[in-house]
């Protein structure tokens, strides 16, 4: 990649500035926005961020890139976790936003599918499909603010990945722009289409390293007749996993959520969210089950608390308490979902999104837990996560006293070192579903086999070969 010269760069800002209008192409005043991530833990500086308004902007956004060998870093809504989206320190990338691109542009409530702009925000489309009676089966604490186009780009997970799968599972078609400024279209909603290589599933999951994605079309599913939620408590993890093979058991496809929360997230959430409802007293896990019911709701319920009721009987639960309202049920997944927002507030930490055969979680937890405590008597373990994927958000504090970001930055490399080793040790992957980004890179060159590395490398050369898209992340 060719550091542009000055009278390039003005060159490239001038043909945007055309191609764009002027006040899509942002040079001054604060841009942080975009340049500084969510976790406020990488702060870039662009070139310019530009906001083109359709897939022609931004195929011509990319020719003008490319004929001035300028580095490309899209963005949706800028919620990622792993430093992916937001550009580096050196002000020669342009970062492209998505946001302007907006439009649902059909609704084929037949053939189950939505197809939609890469910038709409995950909720708008989930309540246009709820508005057809339908489902859109993916749900993050994001939601609010992260984008159809970032969920792709990312391959989502999220706390229906139980039922529903990832975002990958849910993707029928994409619409991107390649590192040429063509757009491939390939949005046309079949669940069969075996004509050679899977070409969208090369762009799930590649973190905007190979192409922008503009649009996608995504599966429906008919809304359910009856939805039942619960917190229960559990004296171990073990226990956890247990109730887990139990409500599968009982509950079929109807388990459609299935997360857990130890102590201490619920503790951060009480402390610094102390207006939230606390149905149950501090156990040291508690788990929250979602059921799904195409029946009505009196079978439904039925089924649930049959099943708490067995799981009581049996131990695997100390106490348990079911939502008795919609605003019950919302108030139990906002105690889920205000965990990441509550560990920010308490100040930086180490993030890990790991995820392992579920039967081997407890273990996991109990070694390494302990091999930390050793190391680092008194931190802090705010683990949470979705159990029925076998996905933990296995996060470490600093010991209380401690300075937090000082933490995070001597002590991350020998933290990761513990967890990743174990993880490994049990067949684990150090990336469940926020992916690799600026942060993982290294760990993914170490981790990963030299065979699947050269793979990698070779689709990166071959679909980006001046190396235009998100220089320096994933590989
Ligand atoms: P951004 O942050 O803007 O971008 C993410 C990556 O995708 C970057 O590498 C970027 O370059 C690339 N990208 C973005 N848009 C495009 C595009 N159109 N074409 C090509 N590349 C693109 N993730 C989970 O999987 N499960 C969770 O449960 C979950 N919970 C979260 C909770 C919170 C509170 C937060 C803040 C994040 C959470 N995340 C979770 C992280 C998750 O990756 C993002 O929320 C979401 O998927 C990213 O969407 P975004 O639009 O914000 O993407
Ligand atoms: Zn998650």
């Known amino acids: 990649m060719n550091t542009p010269g000055q009278g390039s760069t003005l060159t490239l800002l001038a043909d945007l500035r055309q191609t764009l209008g002027a006040a899509q192409v942002l040079t001054e005043g604060d ?11 990488w702060r870039g500086r662009a070139l310019a961020v530009v906001r083109p308004g359709s897939t022609e902007e931004v195929a011509a956004v990319v020719r003008a890139c490319a004929a001035h060998g300028t580095a490309i870093v899209p963005q949706g809504g800028n919620t990622g976790l792993v430093g992916g989206g937001v550009p580096d320190a050196s002000g020669t ?50 939601e609010g603010s992260c984008t159809l186009g970032g969920n792709l780009a990312t391959n989502a997970g999220g706390t229906q990945v139980l039922r529903w799968g990832n975002a990958r599972e849910l993707c029928l078609g994409l619409e991107v722009v390649t590192a040429r400024g063509e757009v491939w279209q390939s949005l046309s909603g079949l669940r069969k289409d075996n004509t050679g290589y899977d070409l969208r599933d090369l762009f799930v999951g590649s973190e905007g390293t190979l192409g922008i994605i503009t649009a996608a079309t995504m599966k429906l599913a008919p809304l359910p007749a009856a939805v039942s939620t619960a917190l229960a408590s559990c004296a171990s993890l073990a226990d956890a996993v247990a109730l887990l093979q139990r409500a599968r058991g009982r509950l079929g496809s109807g388990l459609t959520g299935f997360e857990v929360m130890n102590a201490f997230s619920l503790e951060l959430v009480a402390r610094h969210f102390p207006t939230l409802p606390r149905p149950l007293p501090a156990a040291p896990w508690t788990v929250l089950l979602e059921h799904s019911d195409t029946e009505g709701e009196a079978p439904a319920r039925a089924r649930f608390e049959s099943l708490l009721g067995a799981a009581l009987e049996a131990g695997e639960i100390t106490d348990c308490a079911i939502a ?108 469940a579903e926020h992916g690799i980004g600026a942060l993982k890179r290294d760990e993914l060159a170490r981790r990963k086999s030299p065979v699947a590395l050269a793979m990698m490398r070779a689709i990166k050369a071959a679909l980006d070969p001046q190396g235009l898209f998100n220089p320096g992340r994933v590989l």
């Not at 841009?31 to 991530?37: F, G, N, P």
């Not at 939609?116 to 604490?141: D, F, M, N, R, Y």
């Open 324 to 431: 008795e309202s919609l605003a019950q049920s919302r108030a139990l997944w906002q105690l889920r979902e205000s965990i990441p927002l509550a560990q920010a507030e308490e100040g930086q930490n180490i993030k890990h999104d790991i995820s392992l055969p579920v039967s081997a979680i407890p273990d996991f937890v109990a070694h390494t837990d302990a091999a930390l405590q050793r190391q680092w008597p008194g931190v802090r373990l705010v683990d949470f996560g979705h159990l029925g994927d076998g996905n933990l958000h296995y996060n470490v504090q600093a010991p209380p006293g401690i300075e937090a970001a000082a933490f995070l930055a001597e002590q991350e490399e020998a933290v990761n070192a513990v967890v990743f080793d174990a993880v490994a040790a049990r067949g684990g992957s150090f990336s």
């Open 93 to 142: 990338q342009i970062l492209l936003s998505l946001q302007r691109m907006h439009r649902l542009r059909a609704l084929d409530a037949a053939n189950l599918t939505l197809t939609a702009e890469a910038g709409c925000v995950l909720q708008t489309l989930q309540v246009a499909a709820h508005s057809q009676g339908l489902l859109l089966p993916l749900s993050l604490a994001a």
């Open 31 to 41: 841009l942080s926005a975009w340049e500084l991530d969510w976790r406020r833990r």
